[in-house]
């Protein structure tokens, strides 16, 4: 019998090596955000299911611990899973496990953010269950709606994509440190909104995928670079980043020097929803969703290793691969203070 753990393997080998095998014909056709499923001509449904985590501002000492954050955050991380086959949003189901001492007033705030979610994105709430467990959890299952047959997915990227990222770039990272420097009172209602009330980068995928001019995504729920290493690591090729052509936003470098760190790790950092595309068409989609709404990144090379690069002048350099995993030391559930020095201290190039 094997000896085997799960910590040795981590979360992205156990899909890709262990659970997605084990289904044989059923898991073929899984590995991307959401599944795609045809229901009738030119017209499929789209599933996901995500976990709930505790947000990161309840670690920010002075920051009260609102439950409608978390209700909130727990819709928004399924409902990125659906931005990036650009389905539209139909119902969302919510399973949630507390223990037997949790206050009543908690879970009422946590129904009330998925409430409050499920409005703002056109999510119909479709139920779910309530258990009794050691301590409170929760997970989402998000229902969409794709017309029209243009299929997303990870593993169609090509030699000389371009690959943006669609939505703000830094904003939780820097929002973060400026209330650890000098407290929650400090924030700007903008900063406020990108730690408690991030958006998935729902209506702005749907226009470019009812247009045909994405072919390939990922969302960025475990940190930019992650979201590129999942693309690179479906298609078989490598990415160039070009550091030199990317625009960093004032704030997110202004932060970045008060906290002494470097801008590129708040830049790459997760918590914005983004979501990473491949395309061929770039001026059609700065033009369908704006240029203040795409962050251009760089690439994809003709490299069967596969990896990222960062090409700086004439020279290109690694990047290492960081990113959340779980099952991981230092990933964001079992150590977090170590897996935000990992995304924040770490040399990228």
Not at 14 to 33: V, Y
Not at 72 to 101: H, K, M, Q
Not at 198 to 216: D, F, I, S, T, Y
Request: charged share 20%; proline share 4%; hydrophobic share 45%.
């Amino acid at each position: 019998m094997s000896k085997i753990t799960l910590g040795d393997i981590g979360e992205f080998g156990i899909l890709r090596d262990h659970l997605i095998p084990s289904l044989g014909d059923l898991g073929k056709d899984l590995g991307d955000d959401c599944v795609v499923l045809d229901i009738v001509d030119g017209i499929s449904l789209v599933l996901s299911s995500d976990r709930g985590v505790r947000p990161l501002a309840w670690s920010i000492e002075g920051m009260p611990i609102d439950f409608a954050d978390a209700g909130w955050l727990a819709v928004v991380a399924s409902a990125s899973d659906l931005a990036t086959a650009g389905a539209r949003p139909f119902a969302i189901t919510n399973d949630i496990e507390a223990p037997e001492t949790m206050r009543i007033e908690d879970l009422n705030r946590f129904a009330v953010g998925v409430s409050e979610a499920c409005r703002a994105f056109q999510f119909r709430h479709g139920g779910g269950d309530l258990a009794q467990a050691g301590q409170f959890g929760t997970h989402c299952t998000a229902i969409g709606l794709l017309r029209g047959g243009h299929r997303v997915g990870r593993h169609q990227c090509r030699p000389d994509d371009q690959l943006f990222a669609l939505g703000p770039m830094g904003a939780l990272a820097s929002s973060y440190l400026h209330a650890l420097r000098q407290g929650p009172g400090a924030l700007s209602l903008a900063e406020r909104q990108a730690l408690l009330r991030p958006k998935p980068q729902l209506g702005a995928m749907q226009m470019l995928v009812e247009r045909k001019l994405v072919h390939a995504a990922s969302d960025c729920s475990d940190g930019v670079l992650g979201a590129l290493l999942n693309l690179s690591e479906a298609s078989g090729f490598g990415i160039e980043l070009t550091p030199n052509t990317i625009k960093i936003p004032a704030e997110v470098v202004a932060e970045a020097t008060a906290s002494n760190l470097s801008p590129w790790n708040l830049f790459f950092f997760w918590g914005d929803w983004q979501v990473v595309a491949a395309t061929t068409q770039i001026e059609e989609v700065l033009s369908c969703v704006g240029s203040e709404s795409v962050t251009l990144l760089g690439r994809v090379v003709a490299d069967k290793g596969g990896g990222l690069t960062a090409r700086v002048g004439s020279h290109s350099y690694p990047v290492p691969e960081i990113r959340n995993e779980n099952f991981r030391q230092k990933g964001y559930v079992a150590n977090l203070d170590e897996h935000i020095r990992l995304m924040l201290e770490t040399r990228l190039f």
